[in-house]
């Protein structure tokens, strides 16, 4: 089965970039498209960015559109959600999943799942 761990998260100020990475094992990287989410305390999980396998398609939410670019290292079984100018409101718990087949944007086309790393922006 698929295990995911990200990491990466943490306390930054408003204005500041971080860079999140998902370690993924467990079946062949090269044939799951990936994708990022995030869950803010009440709201539901949100989808950011996804990646296909070729790393030849991406797509973003518009609300993180031109400040966060998702990429992926097949060598290291690795994708990464590269974050700029990050706000307040980017704060949530950040979350790496997986899935065999195309790209996809919706949270319940991804069949497996990491813990989450947190991600507090402050202002």
């Known amino acids: 089965q698929v295990q995911l761990v990200e990491s990466g998260g943490g306390l930054v100020q408003a204005g500041g970039s971080l860079r999140l990475s998902c370690a993924f094992s467990?079946?062949?990287?090269?044939?799951?498209?990936m994708g990022w989410f995030r869950q803010a305390p009440g709201k539901e999980r949100e989808f950011l960015a996804a990646?296909?396998?070729?790393?030849?398609?991406?797509a973003y939410a518009n609300s993180v559109k031109g400040r966060f670019t998702i990429s992926r290292d097949n060598a290291k079984n690795a994708v990464y959600l590269q974050m700029n100018s990050l706000k307040p409101e980017d704060t949530a718990v950040y979350y790496c999943?997986?899935?065999?087949?195309?790209?996809?944007?919706?949270?319940?086309?991804?069949?497996?799942w990491g813990q989450g790393t947190q991600v507090t922006v402050s202002s």
């Open positions: 467990g079946r062949t990287f090269s044939s799951y498209s």
């Open positions: 999943a997986a899935r065999v087949g195309p790209i996809a944007t919706t949270k319940g086309s991804f069949g497996s």
């Open positions: 990646i296909t396998w070729s790393s030849g398609r991406t």
